[in-house]
């Protein structure tokens, strides 16, 4: 069976700014004898793989060359994408001769994130394979520029989520990621919504802080920071006695509540990362982590990553997300309910679209809610007082 030409990028190239390319011919019957390689202007003869060669002990012979009519190391069959665009796959198949697949660890709107075997590093990765849509493969360019830039910068890999390698298969951008353990709010989830000891919050925040004014000091801003967006470093957990479950027994598994075994994160996802620019007024974040300016029109910088930290934070003291709407006002009309009256200065510079949200100087509010159960949702939020956050900061 011929082997497919995958268009490999390894981490030594990470400097080298990526290059939108044509769209490469796969499962081409015959490979040149000699031909140009796309790593460094390098010629390379009789290739039918840019793959590193395996280590002997990865060697197959010919009598166990193939596994159920396929080659134990070559090209799965060719299927056709999802009506999304997304890559159709089987658990055990290949993903190139390097990577086999293990199992599928998520899906989004940019694709998928698969767990793969690295035959070359000898360790388990994460691949995210872009959907085969123009829009989502230039986006995916963009990321890979961005993880090359932080890469670069960030000697001890220790803020954000290494990038491995990159490359072009079968129409999808594959990026290669270090493999990280359960997002914030999977383990939430996991964890039936209980909050995070506020020790381990004020560590969580600490680190989160720290990565965001690195990637500002580049004039980076990262635009949709959110509980699932931040990973654990290591998937290791304790069970520990949940003393506030006071109605369950010992025996009741939901007495216990998990404890990350440590409390290391890093930041994923820039796939929405953009520099710093003026005039930057199009909508950005989800929209639990949504700062007001944003919504108000009124452009953004960096204060936007700083606003989506602090509502991640209250979120991992309480387990629940701060703001739970999906409506503009009545976020905005949880903001005050929050944290008081938004300033003057911001009500007065909204754009068009959002003049419908304030009358006479102030916030249309209750007056242009939607529905009583609007209204509702806004009261029964708590206010929080500035002690909090010395608390919380500070351990006063």
């Known amino acids: 069976m011929e082997m ?21 011919g796969w ?3 015959q490979v040149p004898k000699a031909q140009v390689g796309l790593f460094c202007g390098q010629e390379v003869g009789n290739v039918t793989s840019f793959a590193p060669p395996r280590a002997p002990s990865d060697h197959v012979t010919s009598s166990s060359l193939f596994v159920k009519g396929l080659a134990r190391n070559g090209s799965p069959p060719w299927r056709e994408d999802d009506k999304d665009g997304h890559y159709m796959f089987a658990l055990g198949e290949n993903l190139t001769s390097r990577y086999k697949i ?4 998520g899906e989004g709107t940019f694709g998928q994130v698969l767990e793969c075997w690295d035959r070359e590093r000898k360790e388990m990765v994460a691949i995210k394979i ?13 990321e890979i520029e961005v993880l090359q830039q932080l890469a670069k910068h960030d000697k001890g890999g220790n803020r954000c ?3 491995r390698n990159w490359f072009d298969y079968r129409n999808h951008i594959c990026i290669v990621f270090e493999k990280l353990g359960s997002s914030l709010y999977d383990f939430l989830r996991k964890n039936n919504y209980r909050s995070f000891p506020i020790d381990l919050v004020r560590e969580i925040a600490r680190q989160l802080l720290e990565c965001i004014a690195f990637m500002h000091d580049l004039c980076m801003i990262h635009t949709d920071l959110k509980p699932e967006n931040v990973l654990l470093v290591s998937s290791e957990y304790i069970k520990v006695p949940d003393y506030k479950s006071s109605s369950h027994t010992p025996k009741d598994s939901s007495y216990f509540k998990r404890m990350p075994k440590s409390s290391a994160i890093k930041v994923i996802d820039f796939g929405s990362t953009t520099y710093e620019r003026p005039d930057q007024n199009y909508i950005v974040s989800t929209r639990h982590y949504r700062a007001p300016e ?16 602090g509502c991640i934070l209250v979120e991992l003291c309480t387990g629940e997300a701060l703001f739970q709407t999906h409506e503009n006002l009545e976020h905005l009309a949880m903001m005050e309910r929050v944290l008081g009256p938004l300033p003057q200065h911001m009500l007065k510079r909204v754009d068009r679209h959002a003049e419908k949200y304030v009358r006479r100087g102030r916030l249309d509010w209750p007056e242009g809610a939607a529905s009583r159960e609007s209204i509702k949702s806004v009261m029964k939020l708590p206010r929080l007082q500035v002690p909090f956050f010395l608390w919380f900061f500070c351990g006063i």
Request: charged share 30%; with cysteine.
């Open 161 to 163: 989520v290494q990038i």
């Open 130 to 142: 872009v959907r085969g849509i123009k829009k989502y493969r230039e986006a995916a360019m963009i």
């Open 27 to 29: 499962d081409v019957p």
């Open 4 to 24: 497919e030409r995958v268009t490999e990028f390894p981490f030594s190239n990470l400097d080298r700014r990526p290059r939108k390319r044509a769209r490469l």
């Open 294 to 309: 944003v919504i108000l029109g009124l452009g953004w910088t960096y204060p936007c990553d700083i606003w989506s930290v």
């Open 102 to 105: 293990h199992s599928k660890m």
